[in-house]
């Protein structure tokens, strides 16, 4: 038997592959809960440990790249379209994911089938899947928020669901963290080698996670909004379309704690291309290399949406392997 050398997915002639990212600084406009473990009755937020340059250790907030990565993927497969749910039409969810090289949703987050199975289909039969492996092309970063903010502890209490009851049942108080509102987190997403359709489907999946990010209530995040460019507020986002790697990343490094400080080196490394500064724009190119910044980010994002709804949720296909 041949040996199977290939990446496995099609090539396309009129569809060029690029890398992608999306680099943002988010804000949590409200007290939020990521939740961790529980101890004697309170139920702590996720925190990371952050050794400074100078030695100290302190402890941080943290949104992780894999609380993220959950969320996204099941705001693709929520996703409304004409005939049900993005999800339903390829049979795909969470914890079993279909692995087809068709799904918009395993195509960029990847999917495995350990041994061939069987899925029930909407006439009561049942089709056979192989055992499976794509590999995901989309990987999370960041999270770590800038400010070492210690987590708010309040008190709640389950009550019972009745109006008004008398000595039958009891409220049972709990305590629970949140994460301070105004906490800044720096995240990023890295999509490698994706045509522009399948890079689409990232983009969907970022901006519907923002007013779901959270365990619980209340959820939402929204993408930071002060001067980038100019003395005009803009949203702080960056987002990179490449084949070669030539600009910085505006990647915070965890160990800082002021505001400001921050900002300068997101900022700095925003417009800093092939090792030189930039003269601050809205889009950056060199060769191959297109940067695009605040609202020229958000305007290219918002295409990419747009070229979503149209090519997949208004798109009424039949069962995807049937």
């Known amino acids: 038997m041949a040996i199977k050398v290939k990446t496995g997915l ?91 090289a068709e799904c918009p949703i395993c195509r960029v987050f990847g999917g495995l089938i350990t041994s061939a199975i069987d899925v029930e289909t909407d006439d009561g039969g049942t089709k056979k899947r192989p055992a499976t492996t794509m590999i995901g092309r989309l990987t999370h970063g960041g999270g770590v928020a800038i400010q070492p903010l210690d987590p708010e502890e309040k008190q ?49 999946a970022f901006f519907g996670s923002l007013a779901r990010l959270g365990a619980g209530n209340p959820k939402g995040v929204k993408i930071l909004d002060a001067p980038l460019i100019s003395d005009n507020a803009e949203p702080w986002i960056v987002v990179d379309r490449y084949l070669a790697p030539v600009g910085k990343r505006p990647v915070v490094s965890p160990s800082i704690t002021e505001v400001e400080k921050a900002k ?42 747009e070229r979503f709804e149209s090519e997949v949720l208004n798109h009424v296909d039949a069962q995807a392997d049937n």
């Open 10 to 100: 099609e090539s396309y002639v009129d569809q060029p592959r690029f890398h992608f990212d999306i680099y943002a600084i988010l804000e949590g406009s409200q007290e939020l809960y990521f939740g961790h473990e529980t101890q004697v009755n309170v139920n702590l937020v996720e925190k990371v440990t952050v050794q400074r340059h100078n030695g100290e250790e302190i402890e941080k907030c943290y949104i992780s790249p894999t609380k993220r990565r959950g969320v996204e993927r099941r705001v693709l497969i929520w996703a409304p379209k004409a005939n049900g749910f993005l999800g339903d039409a390829y049979d795909c969810g969470i914890p079993h994911t279909c692995s087809q």
């Open 156 to 204: 709640r209490a389950m009550h019972p669901s009745m109006l008004r009851q008398q000595g039958e049942e009891t409220p049972m108080p709990f305590k629970r963290e949140y994460n301070e509102p105004g906490l800044l987190y720096p995240v990023y997403n890295h999509c490698l080698s994706m045509t522009e359709s399948e890079f689409s489907s990232v983009v969907y």
């Open 264 to 305: 300068a080196e997101f900022k700095k490394a925003a417009f800093s291309i092939g090792g030189q500064d930039q003269t601050p724009a809205g889009e950056l190119t060199r060769g191959n290399f297109h940067r695009y910044v605040g609202d020229r980010a958000i305007a290219k994002l918002t295409d990419d949406l």
